[in-house]
């Protein structure tokens, strides 16, 4: 195994998640990309109607920051396991095929995901999500409970 991949959304969950990939990556002495997807669906298409150019701006840059603060947080806590090749990524879109897609892309060898998210605005992976991922992923998924 040289590559895992583990998805956050800076949820208890998601922080398990983070950690068990981080163990999985030092006893494999594998890289850790922690990936963090801000979905598509994360807001009701009517809302984002209303929203005038310079609203979408702040939202995205938001989004951006909030993106950037979970992947700092879930990169220190992999460190302080021991994980020393991490990298991170931010991406947006449908959250379980933007995961399988970056899988493909970095050739990761397996996911990890939480069970459940954050939620539907802040959460980042739901509970579909991972099964979705089981289904879906050409590649082994672990779910952590």
């Known amino acids: 195994m040289k590559r895992i991949l583990v998805a956050t959304d800076g949820s208890d969950g998601a922080n398990r998640a983070v950690d068990y990939a981080a163990h999985m990556a030092k006893s494999y002495d594998a890289d ?27 939202l995205k ?58 939620g539907r605005i802040g959460g980042l992976l739901l509970g579909s999500v991972s099964q979705k991922l089981v289904s879906l992923a050409p590649l082994p998924v672990t779910v952590v409970p």
């Open 32 to 58: 850790l990309l922690i990936v963090n997807v801000v979905g598509s669906d994360g807001l009701p298409g009517h809302i984002f109607n209303r929203i005038s150019n310079a609203q979408e701006v702040w």
């Open 61 to 118: 840059e938001l989004f951006s920051s909030a993106s950037a603060e979970v992947l700092t947080k879930a990169r220190d806590r992999a460190q302080r396991i021991g994980g020393s090749k991490i990298q991170l990524t931010s991406r947006t879109g449908d959250i379980a095929q933007t995961i399988i897609d970056v899988a493909r892309e970095t050739e990761a060898d397996a996911i990890v995901v939480s069970r459940r998210g954050a």
